[in-house]
């Protein structure tokens, strides 16, 4: 039998194809049943400050290159979205006088248009803002050269290269987009042999970075997020880290403070993660066979899932 259609994208698969009995256990979930979910190799952290939050987020760039050197690389992979993390890290490098040079930094993701990365003059350049939020700002005698920032283009040869260099991904950072992404691993649409079943956990995880099709829901929220709504001016297409190149990072690190996704949203994916139902309509959920993932949440921001007119 097929599964239901989508009530938001009906040739698309997204988490309103799933069955109502997870919808509604995940609904339910308190912020305090979220965190008794952390099982091995999976851990919720809760916030109780957004600056808490965020030093914390930043840190983790920081911790990720003082383990480098020249002999042995390490470096992160870091989201646009959230962005407030990235002056801290610049902050953080330059007052305490880290030398970073032999880190990395790889970019998650970029816009694709007219058939090629969006340049850095595109307002919503993802590359743009990770240079000038914080590599540009980091003293020159300390930060790492060019060469070690590797930022996804539409030709993904050198950047999928690059996670074979030697240089070794301590994390992999994220936030979670409406359609409950990382970067972005969107569902795939609903056609061809994907018609009545989305792809395998097994066969989505084969995926390396490469352009994608966004679902409706990540354009609208892209737009209300980076945006002012304008739907119109947001790519319909973008360069994606993959599943390949995640199973790579010793850690995935995904940062919630309620911006990017809802109440319900938090609540699937740790649901889904922490019981061990990995299905590629949400494709977050496909972290719960990776062996070390935390979800960290601003308390906050997590909501309630209840009815509440306005």
């Not at 979910?37 to 840190?59: C, H, I, N, Q, W």
């Not at 995880?205 to 490469?210: A, D, E, G, Q």
């Not at 354009?219 to 390949?244: D, F, H, K, L, Y």
């Amino acid at each position: 039998m097929p599964r239901k259609l989508s009530s938001i994208a009906p040739q698309w698969w997204d988490y309103t194809t799933l069955e109502d009995d997870i919808i509604r256990d995940a609904a339910a979930l308190t912020p305090a049943q979220m965190v008794q979910l952390s099982r091995p190799g999976f851990k919720v952290v809760m916030y109780d400050t957004l600056a808490e939050f965020y030093l914390a987020e930043a840190l983790e760039y920081i911790t990720a290159w003082q383990q480098s050197t020249p002999d042995n690389p390490v470096g992160i992979c870091g989201p646009i979205g959230p962005t407030e993390q990235l002056p801290l890290v610049a902050r953080l490098v330059n007052d305490l006088n880290l030398k970073v040079q032999s880190g990395h930094f790889w970019g998650m993701d970029e816009w694709f248009l007219n058939g090629k990365e969006a340049p850095l003059t595109h307002p919503l350049s993802f590359e743009k803002a990770d240079r000038e939020l914080c590599f540009s700002r980091i003293r020159k005698g300390l930060v790492m050269p060019d060469r070690n920032l590797h930022f996804p283009k539409g030709d993904t040869a050198a950047y999928r290269k690059s996670w074979l260099s030697g240089a070794r991904c301590a994390v992999m950072q994220g936030g979670q987009g409406d359609v409950k992404h990382w970067a972005f691993n969107d569902p795939p649409r609903r056609k061809g042999k994907y018609k009545d079943h989305p792809p395998s956990p097994r066969e989505y995880r084969k995926l390396s970075t490469r352009v994608v099709d966004l679902h409706p829901l990540t354009i609208a929220q892209n737009a209300r997020t980076s945006g002012g709504g304008n739907i119109a001016m947001v790519p319909t297409q973008a360069i994606s880290v993959g599943p390949m190149e995640t199973w790579q990072a010793e850690k995935v690190s995904i940062w919630q403070a309620g911006n990017h996704d809802n109440p319900f949203g938090q609540r699937l994916t740790t649901l889904m993660i922490a019981k061990r139902i990995p299905d590629s309509a949400v494709p977050m959920s496909l972290l719960a066979d990776h062996p070390n993932v935390q979800f960290n949440f601003y308390r906050n921001g997590i909501g309630v899932c209840e009815v509440d007119m306005h």
